[in-house]
């Protein structure tokens, strides 16, 4: 007989292979969403430090030079509700002319609330060589004394301006909130002397100082919700026009600390229209994904987390600054955020980062 041989059988039968391949798919369906996660949050938490390192640093450069100063968040484009680029911000020293003496004269008024200034000295135009240092908005006084005017574009001549009441445009009041608390009317606001050529000095907006802060990964500052103000609806007010409800696409914001690191003032300028926001609650930036920014709130779709607002995820955060302080905290976006309407709804997703602002830590 010939000797016994064994026999060993290599490899797996098709039973066992459909086994393992059953067990990769359930760990793919189970681990990989989680691991995906993670990395998301990874990202954004490493943004939110990113941008409040950034924010701390503006207002101590404002502590460091006491003067006003502060940060500029830029949009990607003119229908953008989408800012990649936060810039320093400083506001140039106040224009006194071009010669010493630099004087103005008022002219007779040419609407009920818009006076015109001329001077042969100082060469005072929002256009040709002294563009880049006088622009339309700019705040402009007479002879060291209050009140504050609003230069316009409108009835400008060679070495001819001419300045409104704050808070009035083209005939019409602006918002309670635009016009930044002024006061000023038609009937209360006292108009310079016409005839006597007086000094002026000119209040200029802030400018772009430096290289800017680029965010990484596809993360951004969602302007469409980013926002100022208590935890009320109606209160609440959106940053792009500071009404509320309303948002506007590609309006550039600057937000100025004063020499003490307080945030005294948010500028929102688009086109010729520049609104000045006196700050009547935290700021709330709202970092999130740049395919989901602008967006309105949707039902949730485990399949697809590019539907629906930042701040219905939990891989979102707010960045959120204490007008009274300066002080920066950051804080994930609370999920499954509840209410009737979509303002409650943002707000309840805020729920976090007020706590950190109540309580003191990140």
């Known amino acids: 007989m010939p000797p016994h041989t064994s026999h060993f059988r290599r490899g797996m039968t098709l039973v066992e292979l459909l086994v393992v391949v059953a067990i990769f798919l359930v760990l793919a369906v189970t681990v990989l969403p989680a691991i995906s996660a993670t990395v998301e949050l990874r990202r954004g938490r490493e943004a939110a430090r990113m941008v409040s390192s950034f924010v701390a640093k503006a207002q101590s450069r404002a502590i460091g030079r006491h003067e006003w100063s502060g940060f500029i968040l830029l949009p990607t484009g003119s229908s953008s509700f989408v800012a990649t680029d936060l810039f320093l911000a400083d506001v140039p020293p106040v224009y006194r002319g ?214 219905q995820y939990p891989d979102s955060g707010w960045i959120a600054i204490d007008p009274f302080t300066g002080s920066v905290r950051s804080a994930e976006c609370k999920p499954n955020a509840v209410g009737a309407n979509d303002i409650e709804k943002l707000l309840d997703s805020q729920q976090w980062i007020r706590q950190a602002l109540l309580s003191g830590g990140n």
């Open 98 to 311: 071009d010669t010493v003496p630099a004087l103005l004269s008022i002219s007779a008024t040419t609407t009920g609330s818009t006076r015109l200034a001329t001077g042969t000295n100082n060469q005072l135009t929002l256009s040709g060589s002294l563009g880049a240092r006088v622009r339309q908005n700019d705040l402009i006084r007479f002879d060291g004394r209050n009140p504050w005017y609003e230069l316009a574009a409108d009835a400008t001549t060679g070495t001819s301006v001419s300045f409104r009441i704050r808070g009035i445009l083209a005939g019409a009041a602006k918002t309670a909130s635009n016009a930044e608390g002024a006061g000023q009317k038609e009937h209360n606001t006292p108009w310079p002397s016409v005839g006597l050529p007086i000094p002026f000095e000119v209040l200029r907006q802030p400018v772009s100082s430096g290289s800017p802060l680029s965010l990484p990964d596809g993360r951004v500052i969602d302007l469409y919700w980013s926002g100022y103000g208590p935890p009320q609806v109606g209160a609440y007010m959106p940053l792009q026009t500071g009404t509320t409800g309303v948002a506007t696409a590609g309006a550039t914001s600057s937000f100025l600390f004063d020499g003490t690191g307080r945030l005294r003032q948010i500028q929102v300028s688009l086109g010729s229209t520049l609104n000045r926001l006196t700050v009547t609650g935290p700021v709330f930036l709202l970092l999130g994904r740049v395919d989901r920014a602008g967006q309105s709130p949707a039902s949730l779709n485990p399949a697809d987390d590019s539907l629906g607002a930042n701040w």
